[in-house]
């Protein structure tokens, strides 16, 4: 766990098989957010070796496919056994990459594990179905269909930098799962915990350019995979801006896009303020707000309003902020530009007349657990997500004004309700854009095997093990004509 970085590494790609050099002879520095240096370099991979990544990912693709589930499995299981082996080097470098606290960024690792073992229990588990032609009126007897899932191809597997390994293997695990080759583009921030991530997959045998690593330049490769005529399937976890591009960028190619939140907290007048304060406590400020499942504003009845923002601030001003190595809640953000991104809403809403409940202090990327209350509709902070550790408050009069407000925005991840009346909660529930709503509890993703989804600017299409590997596959249809 030691920060002193003595020896710079600079990482190979994993290309066909390989860990090689980029022809490009360039790399990318990797800066950590709170040790503020460069703690290793990646390749900058070239658009020929794309070509040559996914080419050799189609032709390993076809044996893979032809292996049992059981066999697929084996790989996927011994992966899951060398992630945990190494588990502590893989949380060191998640905490150094991406600045996460060594505890959260080791539970990360073995969520991970128990994700892909349960990925390939879920794939040996998945039954194909028979129909009966005379199912249908006029349908004869003699025809059977037997439905079976066939693999998509070459899936491009596209991860964010907040939880490296886990939002990476949540699509790779299910992909190879599913018998399709994968390219994995990490986020360049994010890029040396992918590589860990890999090395761990390496060391179980897996057929030679069966799964590539490319890590590059967005500006070079970004656009240059997506549009790829050899990848059949995108899976892709970041922000909406990105989502939207993506979206247009690919033709008849099936996507799935988990992107950005605003997620409200709706805390009624008979709330159980307990339960509510230490849930949008985690919610909010767990790992700094950068998740995009994060709580991301409170609607709270103005009958419970000053008793909510009190034990907000108390509670707030136990959180321990500075270093991920000394497992601080608050820690510095993945860059000097994202704080600043939250500091200009922080100030955007105090200019105009939000109040300072606490907080609004930073260092460097470090910024301060701040609490604004009296938010209102005008500010930027009521609606734009800031990926940090900022919540803002807005007080209603009625859960209708509340379903109002979390519905105006452009987000749809998830969103809390707190409330002792269940039926108005599930009322409530019911109206609220969203595509999960928890009840008396944080927004989180997960249990990984719970259906994942946002609607609006939230996303496309659905995550979770089950419904992952429905996505990563298609439906074949083979009609036997008796006579």
């Known amino acids: 766990m030691a920060s002193n970085v003595s020896e710079l590494t600079t990482y190979k790609a994993y290309l066909q098989g390989e860990w090689k050099k980029s022809s490009s002879d360039e790399t990318i520095a990797i800066q950590s957010p709170y040790l503020r240096k460069t703690i290793g370099y990646v390749q900058a991979v070239t658009q020929g070796e794309v070509d040559e990544a996914i080419k050799a990912a189609h032709k390993a693709q076809k044996s893979w496919a032809e292996l049992s589930l059981s066999e697929r499995g084996a790989y996927l299981d011994k992966w899951a056994d060398e992630l945990v082996n190494n588990s502590e080097d893989i949380a060191t470098a998640i905490m150094q990459e991406v600045g996460k606290g060594f505890k959260d960024a080791k539970k990360e690792v073995v969520r991970t594990a128990d994700l892909i073992r349960y990925t390939?229990?879920?794939?040996?588990?998945?039954?194909?179905?028979?129909?009966?032609?005379?199912?249908?009126?006029?349908?004869?007897?003699?025809?059977?269909?037997?439905?079976?899932?066939?693999?998509?191809?070459?899936?491009?597997?596209?991860?964010?930098?907040?939880?490296?390994?886990?939002?990476?293997?949540?699509?790779?695990?299910?992909?190879?799962?599913?018998?399709?080759?994968?390219?994995?583009?990490?986020?360049?921030?994010?890029?040396?915990?992918?590589?860990?991530?890999?090395?761990?997959?390496?060391?179980?045998?897996?057929?030679?350019?069966?799964?590539?690593?490319?890590?590059?330049?967005?500006?070079?490769?970004?656009?240059?995979?997506?549009?790829?005529?050899?990848?059949?399937?995108?899976?892709?976890?970041?922000?909406?801006?990105?989502?939207?591009?993506?979206?247009?960028?690919?033709?008849?190619?099936?996507?799935?896009?988990?992107?950005?939140?605003?997620?409200?907290?709706?805390?009624?007048?008979?709330?159980?303020?307990?339960?509510?304060?230490?849930?949008?406590?985690?919610?909010?400020?767990?790992?700094?707000?950068?998740?995009?499942?994060?709580?991301?504003?409170?609607?709270?009845?103005?009958?419970?309003?000053?008793?909510?923002?009190?034990?907000?601030?108390?509670?707030?001003?136990?959180?321990?902020?500075?270093?991920?190595?000394?497992?601080?809640?608050?820690?510095?953000?993945?860059?000097?530009?994202?704080?600043?991104?939250v500091q200009g809403l922080i100030d955007d809403a105090l200019n105009k007349k939000a109040t300072l409940v606490t907080g609004n202090k930073r260092q460097d990327n470090l910024i301060y657990p701040t609490l604004l209350d009296k938010v209102t509709e005008d500010m930027d902070v009521a609606w734009i997500e800031p990926f940090g550790p900022v919540l803002p408050v807005i007080r209603v009069k009625s859960d209708e004004e509340a379903i109002e407000l979390a519905n105006r925005s452009e987000f749809g991840l998830q969103a809390s309700i707190f409330s002792q009346d269940i039926d108005r909660a599930l009322e409530v529930a019911r109206q609220v854009e969203a595509g999960t709503v928890q009840i008396n509890g944080r927004t989180e993703r997960g249990p990984d095997h719970f259906p994942f989804l946002g609607v609006k600017a939230s996303g496309m299409g659905v995550q979770g093990i089950h419904h992952s590997l429905l996505s990563m596959s298609r439906e074949r249809v083979t009609v036997l004509n008796l006579k």
Do not use: W
Not at 167 to 178: C, D, E, F, T
Not at 211 to 238: A, C, P, Q
Not at 283 to 308: H, M, P
């Open 120 to 341: 390939v229990q879920e794939a040996l588990h998945m039954h194909g179905e028979s129909l009966k032609g005379d199912g249908f009126p006029g349908g004869d007897q003699k025809k059977i269909g037997i439905v079976e899932r066939a693999p998509l191809g070459v899936v491009l597997a596209i991860s964010p930098f907040n939880y490296p390994v886990n939002l990476a293997a949540s699509k790779v695990a299910p992909a190879l799962m599913a018998g399709n080759g994968v390219i994995f583009k990490p986020a360049t921030q994010g890029s040396i915990s992918g590589i860990k991530m890999i090395q761990a997959l390496d060391k179980t045998g897996l057929p030679k350019g069966l799964l590539s690593l490319t890590t590059g330049r967005g500006s070079v490769i970004g656009d240059y995979l997506v549009e790829h005529k050899g990848i059949d399937m995108i899976s892709f976890t970041g922000g909406s801006g990105t989502g939207r591009h993506l979206s247009k960028q690919t033709a008849m190619i099936p996507l799935v896009l988990e992107l950005g939140g605003k997620d409200p907290a709706l805390v009624a007048e008979d709330a159980d303020m307990d339960v509510a304060v230490k849930s949008i406590m985690n919610g909010a400020f767990s790992y700094s707000g950068q998740r995009c499942t994060a709580i991301k504003r409170v609607l709270v009845n103005e009958k419970v309003a000053d008793e909510l923002v009190a034990r907000l601030k108390s509670e707030i001003e136990k959180l321990t902020v500075g270093s991920p190595e000394e497992d601080s809640t608050i820690v510095p953000l993945i860059d000097d530009k994202s704080a600043d991104f």
